[in-house]
């Protein structure tokens, strides 16, 4: 009896410790819904902060003129023909190809114009100083120049069902895409605690993200940067080695008093 006792004790404490709850791992779940309409959720404003160009960057630029001459100097036909021949490549690749990057003091080097500072810029900042160069060479009017990033590269580690390095040819990314895109975390991942390295043009700095609040919605972390980095690390249950279900819960519980009946039938 008193086994038996041990037996169920033991069975259902591991039982109910060894479970993830759905509270911790379901994404914004403390959204506000409106029944007056069709249980639609509130209104959430996010922040759109215009991403800077940093050292290290790969943007995508293309210039065009009227000129036929000026056309080939800017090597317009041999690009379009590159990237025909790359077609099967990815297409973060591609870009990276094709695309100039920024040295480690801000420059792009590009045909005709030469080197051009551009780190700080916005996009259409960088867009417009390139156009400023151009008209050195060409009149005005007769001269297209667009500037845009190479993708969003971002790396995804830790607990993710499919971790590694990603491009996504976007120019906006939230949070949740890139971790959809990385085949969305585990069971077992740390939302409320997920850490996002960022790079700035002073440095590299570390936030965390709770993936549980609609919070991360209104904040600057919603959406992704190029060269992001998101990390989410194991609950601790995982570590302990219990299951994450009750069903692999009741296996491990089982097989742990399993034991320890036969090693108290040996011993007495």
């Known amino acids: ?30 959204l506000k819904s409106n029944e007056v309409v069709a249980k639609s ?28 001459e000026l056309n080939e100097i800017l090597d317009v036909d041999r690009s379009q ?18 695309g100039y990057t920024v040295d480690k003091d801000g420059f792009v080097n590009l045909p005709l114009v030469g080197n051009i500072h551009v780190v700080g810029m916005s996009v259409k900042e960088a867009q417009e100083a390139i156009e400023q160069h151009l008209t050195k060479f060409v009149l005005e009017d007769n001269y297209y120049v667009r500037v845009r990033l190479g993708g969003i590269r971002y790396s995804a580690l830790g607990e993710f069902n499919k971790p590694g390095k990603f491009t996504v040819l976007q120019n906006r990314l939230t949070i949740f895409e890139a ?45 992704i940067r190029p060269d992001d980095m998101i990390y989410a690390e194991p609950m601790k249950v995982r570590q302990v080695g219990t299951g994450l279900t009750l069903a692999q819960s009741l296996q491990v519980a089982l097989s742990v008093v399993t034991v320890a009946l036969l090693y108290l039938n040996v011993t007495n």
């Not at 410790?17 to 759905?22: Q, R, S």
């Open 1 to 30: 009896m008193k086994y038996k006792n041990l037996f169920i004790l033991s069975l259902s404490c591991l039982s109910i410790w060894g479970c993830v709850p759905n509270r911790k791992i379901v994404y914004m779940q403390d």
């Open 41 to 68: 959720g509130d209104l959430i404003p996010y922040e759109v902060d215009e991403y800077r160009i940093q050292f290290n960057d790969v943007i995508d630029v293309t210039m065009k003129t009227t000129s036929p």
């Open 81 to 98: 023909s590159d990237l025909r021949n790359i077609e099967g490549m990815n297409s973060g690749d591609a870009f990276f190809l094709n």
């Open 179 to 223: 971790i959809a895109n990385a085949g969305d975390l585990t069971t077992s991942a740390k939302r409320t605690t997920v850490r996002l390295v960022r790079r700035y043009p002073e440095g590299i700095r570390t936030h965390t993200v709770n993936l549980l609040s609609d919070k991360i919605m209104e904040s600057e972390f919603f959406f």
